[in-house]
């Protein structure tokens, strides 16, 4: 392990969290160093001397630990987070004693493929936008859209003030419709949907980079293949 490393990397090396997530722990005055509650992102810290807490909990790495990866294909109403008191969440669905956090978002109301993993460098080059890797998703909306309405989505449309990046768009029957995006903002699908006045009745995603939901079943997981490991890899490698 190098002597010294960015704090929101170790939380995230250490399988507690996603670096963004981490990111967020820190604004919200919940991560201490040495006793001190931290104020800056870019604070390095050396593992093997400094003491870090996030929410009262110690963050240790674990030397040459496991790494897993799982793909889940979750049902409407579960919440995609690992812990949302109250509310039926993805690690519900999901028996194993290893901590894991996913990759990305879907609102509770969405269904389909979610990854879950305790490999911090891949979750991060996975969530971050700038690395360009594609999420696919099957659409139902509650009324046809125009082929102004496609183009317009396709170019981008603004979602609170943001434009967002060009998307591809292909219609799949009367009212359904594959999207790929490259990026993805809060229920994002759903708001560009909203600016055209539609609604959208389902949404499924279907893909994350190479990862493909396949026929794995609603509410059931597995564990990636090796090949799908691989393959993951090498495309975050590029």
């Not at 010294?4 to 670096?19: L, T, V």
Request: glycine share 6%; aromatic share 6%; net charge positive.
């Amino acid at each position: 392990m190098k002597k010294e490393i960015r704090i929101q990397k170790f939380i995230a090396d250490s399988g507690y969290c996603s670096r963004r997530k981490a990111e967020s722990f820190i604004t919200l005055g919940k991560v201490f160093v040495n006793g001190k509650k931290l104020d800056e992102f870019g604070l390095k810290i050396n593992p093997e001397k400094d003491r870090v807490e996030v929410n009262g909990k110690r963050i240790i790495i674990k030397q040459k630990s496991e790494k897993i990866y799982i793909i889940l294909n979750k049902p409407p109403g579960y919440i995609s987070s690992c812990n949302h008191k109250g509310r039926k969440i993805i690690l519900d669905l999901i028996n194993i004693k290893e901590r894991i956090y996913p990759v990305g978002r879907l609102d509770s109301d969405s269904r389909g493929l979610i990854l879950l993993t305790n490999d911090g460098p891949l979750h991060n080059i996975l969530s971050h936008p700038s690395f360009d890797h594609e999420k696919e998703y099957i659409v139902e909306t509650n009324s046809p859209l125009t082929k102004a309405n496609i183009k317009n989505f396709s170019s981008g449309l603004f979602i609170e003030g943001v434009k967002t990046r060009k998307a591809i768009i292909k219609k799949a029957g009367e009212k359904e419709y594959r999207i790929i995006l490259k990026e993805g903002r809060n229920r994002q699908i759903r708001k560009m949907m909203e600016t055209l006045n539609k609604k959208v009745i389902d949404l499924k995603r279907i893909r994350i980079a190479s990862l493909t939901l396949g026929n794995l079943k609603e509410g059931k997981w597995r564990y990636l293949t090796q090949n799908e490991v691989k393959s993951l890899k090498k495309i975050t490698k590029k």
